[in-house]
T-cell receptor
Framework: DQQVKQNSPSLSVQEGRISILNCDYTNSMFDYFLWYKKYPAEGPTFLISISSIKDKNEDGRFTVFLNKSAKHLSLHIVPSQPGDSAVYFCAASAQGAQKLVFGQGTRLTINP | EPEVTQTPSHQVTQMGQEVILRCVPISNHLYFYWYRQILGQKVEFLVSFYNNEISEKSEIFDDQFSVERPDGSNFTLKIRSTKLEDSAMYFC?????????????FGPGTRLLVL
């Protein structure tokens, strides 16, 4: 099941710079997208979401961009901080469905 | 801030034994979910539960699995006869509404090891 893909297993960014995490999806029925952050031995923590009627949503240092024609979304973190080091999961849901479909995750490391 | 809690944090069991994983969802939430993550793999949906019945389930959620809301606060996942491949992190989640309208909030997980 590759409906949601995060092609970069890892990303390393210097503190203070921008982190950009990418996610692609194949199911055109997806209409709600979320980013979760996960530390080891903890559950996924909700970060930010976007509905398919929007192309951008911003919350503090986090911005999610949605390109429906390309079936692509990205999470921008600026400025990046050491506490942002974690695994980031992209997830999607389709209208009428209750399940979230997750990507494989991208491990983000913020270097001081 | 309200949060989803799960017990136990770790469980080790012998193949063929029954296990019950427990969750306390956020108190005003109406939808409850179980997901699992096998080591090195994606987080996978197992089942959703609303109004005291299963509302959606995946192919993984076969007859070996069952869910229950035995009282007003707990939500449980039972695996009747565990297999080696059931070893995974199991996450409970809850939401006040359906995805697309409301966010699912996850618990810290139960690490299940089947020997």
């Amino acid at each position: 099941d590759q409906q949601v893909k995060q092609n970069s297993p890892s990303l390393s960014v210097q503190e203070g710079r921008i982190s950009i995490l990418n996610c692609d999806y194949t199911n055109s029925m997806f209409d709600y997208f979320l980013w979760y952050k996960k530390y080891p031995a903890e559950g996924p923590t909700f970060l930010i979401s976007i509905s398919s009627i929007k192309d951008k949503n911003e919350d503090g240092r986090f911005t999610v961009f949605l390109n429906k024609s390309a079936k692509h979304l990205s999470l921008h973190i600026v400025p990046s901080q050491p506490g942002d080091s974690a695994v980031y999961f992209c997830a999607a849901s389709a209208q009428g469905a209750q399940k979230l479909v997750f990507g494989q995750g991208t491990r983000l490391t913020i270097n001081p | 801030e309200p949060e989803v809690t799960q017990t136990p944090s770790h469980q080790v069991t012998q193949m063929g034994q029954e296990v019950i994983l427990r969750c306390v969802p956020i108190s005003n939430h109406l939808y409850f979910y179980w997901y699992r993550q096998i080591l090195g793999q994606k987080v996978e949906f197992l089942v959703s539960f609303y109004n005291n019945e299963i509302s959606e389930k995946s192919e993984i959620f076969d007859d070996q699995f069952s869910v229950e809301r035995p009282d007003g606060s707990n939500f449980t996942l039972k695996i009747r006869s565990t297999k080696l491949e059931d070893s995974a992190m199991y996450f409970c989640a809850s939401s006040s509404g359906t995805p697309g309208l409301e966010t699912q909030y996850f618990g810290p997980g139960t690490r299940l090891l089947v020997l």
